[in-house]
């Protein structure tokens, strides 16, 4: 029971809908190959750590989307919209839940939805701005460990290393841009019609 409470947070991966893929896989997917085949392989790419490094760089937005997060899942919480609490129009988008130690599938109201929406942007920016300050933390080492695979000519070797924490990073990176933009579009919209 503790593994599930503590995992709620990427609960918003697990709802079933059938274009829910657009938003949890197809288009951060999309975005992370674009931005990374963009970083990787620009002739002259940008510096991806130390002072002026685009991890130190996005730090300072990075450190404030948890906080803005957790207010929109206090708001949508306490909302006292009129079809919040109904369920979501058909076919509504399913999850799994645990009651009592039972399982079962439950159709999603609006307020349910955006709760796992706003979760899962909490649990992730968070993620991404620890990741960020680990990464900042540790720039001396990792630039000297670059220098020594780089003299003992593994440029394979540190190409590949690059490209999968880059990938990493932005896999993550996007996906809070994509979460974002959809929650925007049930909060300014979708949350007002029928």
């Known amino acids: 029971m503790i593994r599930y409470e503590l995992s ?3 609960a918003y991966r697990s709802i079933k809908h ?3 893929h657009w938003y949890t896989t197809t288009v951060p997917l999309a975005l992370t190959l674009v931005a990374s085949a963009s970083i990787l392989l620009l002739p002259n790419p940008p510096p991806l750590l130390g002072k002026d490094g685009l991890v130190a760089s996005s730090l300072s937005v990075l450190s404030t989307l948890p906080g803005f997060f957790f207010a929109g899942l206090a708001a949508v919480a306490t909302f006292n919209g009129m079809n919040m609490d109904a369920e979501m129009p058909a076919p509504a988008p399913t999850v799994r839940v645990q009651v009592g130690g039972t399982s079962s599938v439950i159709s999603l109201s609006r307020r349910q939805f955006l709760s796992y929406l706003f979760s899962y942007l909490v ?3 968070f993620a991404l701005c620890v990741a960020s300050l680990a990464l900042s933390a540790v720039t001396p080492t990792l630039l000297e460990l ?4 780089l003299a003992n000519g593994h440029y394979a070797f540190w190409f590949t290393v690059r490209a999968l ?5 932005l896999a ?3 996906s809070v841009l994509v979460t974002t933009l959809h929650g925007m579009f049930f909060l300014t919209e979708r949350i007002h019609q029928p």
């Open 165 to 169: 924490g880059v990938m990493s990073y």
């Open 146 to 149: 670059k220098s020594g695979i």
């Open 123 to 125: 649990l992730i920016s």
């Open 8 to 10: 709620r947070g990427l």
């Open 172 to 174: 993550v990176a996007s």
């Open 18 to 20: 059938r274009d829910m």
